[in-house]
């Protein structure tokens, strides 16, 4: 009998063919495959790890942008080399085409001290020793310690006497065997040794009257006086040259041509034969007109800071004549500068720092407080001394002392900085200054000006000022605003400042001379 389906009921049979037969993609449509299906799906597998090795120059290639890259990395470094060889070129082409000094090589008698001295002057100190030239044979090691490098003997021959005898008997002091012995001294000390022959008769009578030629009769003279002045026994002594002034005859330029032509005999790089000639007139001769070729036929010419007087120059008189001379313009010969005129004794020391830091070389007049032996007697004295001593022998003793060690410092001091020596000299026009005043007083008295100038080599720069006015006075501000407001002190009149300054503080005493170091903030030049 057969079933008939009813409507709207499910066969029984209808999960094998019908809605019941929906198999899932990992589920089988039997009977067992629901028992047969994992519960959790399992993860994948890792993949086998790998260790990193570096890319091959292909992979590099294709990664780095191909063979383009290699060319533009190479283009550049090119550019890059090429530019730093550029600024190169560039700094070392500034630094050649900037203006800068140039070391111009010193001759022995522009690099020297001259000291200037009369035997007779040591006589009359060692009268109770030995003689004037003995006894500046014992000093001559001393005076070399002291930074001196010449020496010119004054007053060493009789004026007016003959030239033919000037070898053997026109000596004022001794035998000709002790000036000998003093050139050979000298010698072994390193000193030159100069002698001045101002005012002695080397060209003998000259008659230049009636109706002959002047200047066949010069000539005549001039001829003699070479046959007759023994220039060469004096050069083969040692003598490293001879001083004579502006009023001998010998200046002229016939005579000093003779003078070179007998010089170049006996000279040599090192033991180069100088003239010098003292300037006794407010304006020297020219002798360019003599010159022989590019050789001035005069090597030194001697100038006076302070005119010649009777009396002692005021403080104003010396500091009109120091300005003078700042303000005057260096000629193409070598200066020689000495103080020359008289002066008080509290501008000694003023006008010994003003002489030892001009241009040229400095000619220093023998002084008592240098002398070697006076201060050795003065210290033995001193030694026996009750300890009451007077104040006056204390402040004599403190000044002999103070004057050894400025000269010792500016001698020292110029050998060694090139400013000093041969640097570029700058007059600072100060006009005024101002001065400081006690409580008590009203206006101070009217001063001579701060005078002061540069001496300037390369970045390096010393500042010399000069208060030759009897009260204080300060540097105003304003006067140099270009300077260098720091500085260390080098050397003073006193000798008692030391360490690093202001400009702006500083403060000069009456009769001061100071020498100043600048250098910038934060540089140790």
């Known amino acids: 009998m057969e079933q008939t389906e009813e409507p709207g009921r499910m066969p029984l049979n209808a999960g094998a063919t019908g809605y019941g037969s929906v198999a899932g993609p990992r589920l089988s449509a039997s009977a067992g495959g629901s028992e047969s299906a994992p519960l959790l799906i399992p993860e994948p597998e890792p993949e086998p790890f790998q260790q990193w090795q570096p890319l091959t120059k292909e992979e590099l290639e294709v990664a780095a942008g191909g063979p383009g890259w290699r060319k533009a990395r190479c283009s550049l470094m090119l550019m890059f080399w090429l530019a730093w060889l550029a600024m190169l070129a560039v700094a070392i082409a500034i630094v ?34 030995s003689g004037g030239l003995d006894a500046l044979c014992e000093q001559l090691p001393y005076l070399r310690a002291l930074g001196i490098g010449a020496l010119i003997l004054e007053g060493l021959f009789d004026k007016k006497a003959s030239p033919s005898n000037l070898n053997a008997t026109g000596e004022r002091f001794g035998a000709l065997p002790q000036i000998q012995h003093l050139l050979a001294e000298s010698n072994r000390a390193d000193l030159k040794v100069v002698l001045e022959v101002c005012e002695v008769d080397l060209l003998g009578p000259q008659d230049v009257a009636g109706n002959e030629d002047n200047t066949s009769k010069l000539s005549a003279t001039v001829q003699k006086y070479a046959d007759t002045f023994p220039l060469r026994f004096w050069l ?59 050789v001035p036929l005069v090597d030194v010419v001697m100038r006076s800071i302070l005119p010649s007087s009777q009396h002692l120059l005021s403080a104003k008189e010396v500091a009109a004549a120091i300005e003078t001379h700042l303000q005057t313009s260096v000629e193409d010969i070598w200066p020689s500068w000495t103080v020359g005129g008289k002066a008080s004794i509290d501008l000694k020391e003023l006008l010994l720092l003003l002489v030892m830091t001009l241009p040229g070389s400095p000619a220093v007049q023998y002084d008592e407080d240098l002398d070697q032996v006076q201060n050795v007697s003065l210290k033995v004295v001193s030694s026996h001394r009750d300890t009451n001593k007077s104040s006056d022998t204390h402040t004599d003793e403190e000044k002999k002392r103070s004057v050894a060690a400025l000269f010792s410092t500016l001698s020292h001091s110029r050998a060694r900085e090139e400013a000093l020596l041969f640097g ?87 009769h001061e001379a100071i020498v100043i170091k600048l250098f910038e903030p934060g540089s140790y030049s």
Not at 251 to 267: A, D, I
């Open 96 to 129: 050649v085409m900037s203006p800068r000094p140039v070391e111009t090589p010193l001759k022995w008698w522009q690099k020297s001290l001259f000291y200037r001295l009369q035997p007779d002057l040591l006589t009359e100190k060692h009268a109770g020793g």
């Open 236 to 294: 083969e002594q040692g003598v490293a040259g001879f001083a004579i002034c502006d009023t001998d005859a010998e200046y002229s330029g016939k005579t000093l041509l003779e003078w070179k032509g007998v010089f170049n005999e006996f000279s040599s790089e090192e033991k180069e034969r100088i003239v010098v000639v003292k300037q006794t007139k407010d304006v020297l001769l020219p002798l360019k007109s003599f010159s022989q070729g590019n």
């Open 424 to 510: 570029s000299f700058t007059f600072l026009p100060f006009n005024s200054s101002t001065y400081s005043s006690s409580s008590n007083s009203t206006l101070p008295s009217p001063s001579p000006p701060i005078l002061a100038f540069l001496r300037s080599w390369g970045c390096v720069h010393f500042l010399i000022l000069l208060n030759v006015g009897p009260e204080p006075g300060a540097l105003e501000p304003t006067r140099a605003p270009s300077l260098p407001k720091a500085g260390v002190f080098v050397a003073n009149t006193r000798m008692d400042r030391m360490g690093s300054t202001t400009l702006d503080t500083l403060e000069l005493r009456p």
